[in-house]
């Protein structure tokens, strides 16, 4: 299986949790693991993050909702507040 770029939208086949990997973490004779992130709710409040086996994981079925973070080391760390959610 190919690694998951971090940053891109990610959704667990078991649960259906959408949101971004934002972390792997890579065990010796096991599975990888990601850290998804899901967007905050709509009234602001952090949704709490996940951990899921790779095997698990699939990229998020609708191409154009796959959203990845800025990769200029100057804008390390930022993240758009408002991204395009259509």
């Known amino acids: 299986m190919e690694p998951i770029e971090l940053g891109t939208r990610v959704m667990d086949t078991?649960?259906?949790?959408?949101?971004?990997?934002?972390?792997?973490?890579?065990?010796?004779?096991?599975?990888?693991?990601y850290e998804?992130?899901?967007?905050?709710?709509?009234?602001?409040?952090?949704?709490e993050s996940r951990w899921f086996d790779a095997g698990r994981l699939q990229l998020y079925p609708d191409p154009s909702?796959?959203?990845?973070f800025q990769q200029n080391p100057e804008e390390a760390g930022k993240v758009d507040a408002n991204p395009d959610r259509s």
Not at 14 to 33: E, K
Not at 36 to 47: C, L, Q
Not at 65 to 68: K, S, V
């Open 65 to 68: 909702a796959t959203r990845h």
């Open 36 to 47: 998804v992130a899901a967007p905050a709710k709509e009234d602001g409040e952090p949704v």
């Open 14 to 33: 078991v649960t259906g949790y959408t949101g971004i990997a934002v972390a792997r973490a890579q065990y010796l004779g096991g599975s990888d693991r």
